[in-house]
Every structure is written in structure tokens, then in C-alpha cells.
């Protein structure tokens, strides 16, 4: 069976990963990607951005530092193999291989390769974490699931909140929101919490951001919900990037069953990156002309990324059925995609979010608003966990493309 490993190489020298490449052309039924990062600080920030299955780091006399590498990588991606590329002879002929192996082990190595790395030896590495993954599977990644529109007001965060609450009832402490609404959060207020850490003290922490410090920043809420909150500023907003939130979102879906993502309606570099995330995103419209003339162009876009059909959901929202308005199939006629969900106008949302508690609790799940809410809920075990970016590498105009970082196919 074809197997495709994901390597970094960590080295200030280019020539390391040209000799790893050349020995993975020779090795059967295997397809790597290949990534270099110049610095260790680099390596970390690709570990856990990219999360590899094996980084090649080249290791220098400084065993000090080829440790806090190791320590590092291992909070970040405990799932990565670390592998020391080595050149005997900058080591002196007075120091014997295995001397360098021990001091290796010690600096939390797990395997070594010897250069000019041969095609045998990337080989037998290649198969030991193999034969690994086949005894200890990794658990499952949790599922990112994005709530967007190119229209402001049309239900994102109360669909967010409400969803988020009724699963986290069913799986409690195993969903975050995440509210990534950057300028104008309003999901802390809705679950009526006073988050005194948000989304910026995540992206702040980032280079020592583990599962159980994300845990720690998120704000738990009644129903078992826990809440990443939103920036509470633009200042704060300021902090948060493209790859700050990619960071944070790979880590969550580490930590949490199900991480929810509510967000502003604008297509900016932020958002590409958490749809480049998302295992599903909603589309939220309305059955009212102009949102659903920008819903059509959302989708032209999402469809011109890339993103795959089968990742999206169309949620029509405070749908009324009264004469001469738009009913369900007309406004999938004018998206030219089919509705999946019809969430119907209700009143008591409003109070709900002006006091702070989300109406899906305590709401009967078998009429109304309450069963498009437990509709909803119900298809999340079946969105698959997806592994790759979702993006074709396509991006909007003056964004940096996170589906085409510098990788290499070998
Ligand atoms: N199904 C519904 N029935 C009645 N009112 C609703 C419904 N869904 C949302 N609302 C109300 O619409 C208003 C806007 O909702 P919400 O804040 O969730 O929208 P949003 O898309 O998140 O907005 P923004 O783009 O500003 O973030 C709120 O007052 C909310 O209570
Ligand atoms: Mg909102």
C-alpha cells in the first residue's frame, strides 16, 4: 500500500533535504511531502502548524538546544517522530558513533540518520514508524466546524451557540467555540460568561500553547460548552493572523471532540485559514434578496478556493412561511444548491440572547426552532475529520495561500 509521510527537515543546510529527497526516490511505494525549515524557532512554528509525521533535525554540538528542540516539538505535535541527521565526523574521530547516539537519546532524539543519509537507512526508519502507528493509533482529530456569511445579521452566532450548546449536552467538555468574530464578539455575552481569558491570550502563548493550556484559556460554560472567547478589542484583534488562528484551530481539534468556529462576515485572510480548517461549514442565509445575492457569490467563491462542495451546508435562517416570501426551494433554486437546514423565525432567540441563555436549552426537540436546532446536532458525529487543507491553494487577492505553502511532492 502507498504510504505518504510527511517530513520536515530542520537544518540551515538545503543540501540535507536534497539528500533526503534523493533517498525517498528510491524507496518503494512511498510519496512524501517535504518541508525545510532554516532555524529550530521555525521548525517548531512548522511542527505545529503542519504537524508532520517524522522532522529530520540536524544535530550540531549544541545538545542543549537539540533538547529544548525535542522538548518543544514534543508539546507542540507529541505525534511527530524526531529523527538527528548527524555527520560523524563534526564530532571529531576521538568520539565514537554510538557516544553520539547516547548524547542524541539523551537530547530526546527517537531515531538518528547518519549523513549523507542512504536510501537503506530512511528506509528502515520509514518502516519503524509504520510498524508504530499500526500499535498505537492516534485518536482521532476533532471536527472544525465553521458557521459563516458575507452578510452580517443573519443568525451566525445564534446558530453557533445554540448547535454548540445542544451538542455539548450530549458531550460535555468535548466542544469549543471558538469565537474568531474578531472585531465584535458577541458569543461570551450570549452564553452570558465573563471570559477573563480570549482567543488573543491563546495566539499570545502560542509558542508554549499546549491541549491542556488551551483548556485553560477557554471558559466553560453551564451546558458544558466551553467558549475560546473573541478579542476584547481591536487592539487585541490586531494580534490575531492568519497563522496565529491556524494554530490555534489545529491545536483545538487536538484538545476538543468538536471545535465550532463563529465568524465576521468578511472573506479576509483569517477567514481562509479557518475554512482552510473546516471539516464543515455552514452557510448562513435568508430567504430575503440581498443576503441571498450574497449568498451566491459566497459560494462562487468557496467553489473558485476549492472548497469542496461536500464540506459545505446551507442553512436558511428565521425563515417565515408567509404569503409571497421566498419559500425553501425557491432559494435553492436561486443558489443553485439545496437547502439542508430551514431554521424558522423565532422570537424568544432575542430575549434569549438579551438575557444570556441560549434558548436551545430547555427547548422541545420535537417541533420548531428546538428540532432545526437538534437536526443540526444530529449530523455532526457523521462529518468526517479531514486531513488535508481544504483550500486548492487558490487564494483571494492579497492573501498568502495556506493551501500552497512551500511543500514538496517527492
Ligand atoms: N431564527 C431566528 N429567529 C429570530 N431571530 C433570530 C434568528 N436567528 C437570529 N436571530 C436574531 O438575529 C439577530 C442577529 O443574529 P446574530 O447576531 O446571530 O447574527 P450574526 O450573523 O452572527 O451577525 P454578525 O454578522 O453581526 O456577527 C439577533 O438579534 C438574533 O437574536
Ligand atoms: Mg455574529
Request: glycine share 6%; hydrophobic share 45%.
Given at each position: 500500500m502507498q504510504r505518504t509521510p510527511k517530513i520536515l527537515i530542520v537544518s540551515p543546510d538545503a543540501r540535507l533535504q536534497t539528500e533526503v529527497a534523493a533517498a525517498l526516490k528510491g524507496i518503494a511505494d512511498t510519496t512524501a511531502l517535504l518541508q525545510r525549515a532554516a532555524d529550530h524557532r521555525q521548525g517548531i512554528e512548522a511542527i505545529q502548524n503542519w504537524r508532520p509525521t517524522l522532522a529530520v533535525v540536524e544535530m550540531t554540538k549544541d545538545l542543549r538546544a537539540l533538547k529544548t528542540f525535542a522538548d518543544e516539538a514534543a508539546a507542540a505535535a507529541p505525534e511527530t517522530n524526531l529523527a538527528a541527521a548527524f555527520s560523524p565526523e563534526l564530532f571529531g574521530p576521538d568520539v565514537s558513533e554510538s557516544a553520539i547516539l547516547i548524547e542524541a537519546i539523551r537530547a530526546g532524539m527517537q531515531d538518528f540518520l547518519r549523513r549523507p543519509v542512504s536510501r537503506a537507512d530512511l528506509e528502515q526508519l520509514l518502516d519503524r514508524l509504520e510498524r508504530k502507528a499500526a500499535v498505537c493509533p492516534r485518536s482521532p482529530p476533532g471536527k472544525i466546524v465553521s458557521f459563516i456569511s458575507n452578510k452580517g445579521g443573519v443568525g451566525k452566532s445564534t446558530l453557533a451557540v445554540n448547535v454548540g450548546c445542544g451538542l455539548a449536552a450530549q458531550a460535555p467538555e468535548r466542544v469549543l467555540l471558538i469565537d474568531a468574530s474578531l472585531q465584535l464578539g458577541v458569543c461570551a455575552s450570549m452564553l452570558d460568561l465573563k471570559p477573563a481569558t480570549t482567543l488573543t491570550d491563546a495566539v499570545r502563548e502560542r509558542h508554549r500553547l499546549d491541549e491542556t493550556l488551551l483548556r485553560q484559556l477557554a471558559t466553560p460554560h453551564a451546558s458544558g460548552l466551553h467558549l475560546l472567547a473573541a478579542p476584547r478589542d481591536a487592539l487585541e484583534a490586531a494580534d490575531v493572523d492568519e497563522e496565529a488562528i491556524a494554530r490555534v484551530l489545529t491545536l483545538a481539534r487536538r484538545a476538543y471532540d468538536y471545535v465550532f468556529v463563529d465568524t465576521f462576515p468578511l472573506i479576509d485572510s483569517v477567514m481562509m485559514a479557518v475554512l482552510d480548517l473546516s471539516d464543515?461549514?455552514?452557510?448562513?442565509?435568508?430567504?430575503?434578496?440581498?443576503?441571498?445575492?450574497?449568498?451566491?457569490?459566497?459560494?462562487?467563491?468557496?467553489?473558485?478556493?476549492?472548497?469542496?462542495?461536500?464540506?459545505?451546508?446551507?442553512?436558511?435562517?428565521?425563515?417565515?412561511?408567509?404569503?409571497?416570501?421566498?419559500?425553501?426551494?425557491?432559494?435553492?433554486?436561486?443558489?443553485?444548491?439545496?437547502?439542508?437546514?430551514?431554521?424558522?423565525?423565532?422570537?424568544?432567540?432575542?430575549?434569549?440572547?438579551?438575557?444570556g441563555r441560549p434558548y436551545v436549552q430547555g427547548a422541545a426537540t420535537w417541533y420548531g426552532i428546538g428540532k432545526a436546532f437538534a437536526r443540526i446536532i444530529q449530523e455532526m458525529p457523521a462529518v468526517a475529520a479531514q486531513h488535508e487543507p481544504a483550500r486548492n491553494g487558490a487564494s483571494i487577492p492579497g492573501d498568502r495561500p495556506l493551501g500552497a505553502r512551500k511543500e514538496t511532492r517527492v
Open positions: 464543515r461549514a455552514f452557510l448562513i442565509t435568508e430567504s430575503v434578496v440581498p443576503t441571498l445575492l450574497g449568498t451566491v457569490s459566497l459560494i462562487r467563491v468557496l467553489d473558485n478556493l476549492g472548497f469542496p462542495k461536500e464540506r459545505q451546508r446551507v442553512i436558511l435562517n428565521r425563515y417565515s412561511s408567509f404569503a409571497g416570501n421566498l419559500r425553501p426551494h425557491d432559494v435553492a433554486n436561486r443558489l443553485g444548491r439545496a437547502v439542508d437546514h430551514v431554521v424558522p423565525y423565532q422570537k424568544k432567540l432575542l430575549i434569549a440572547s438579551n438575557i
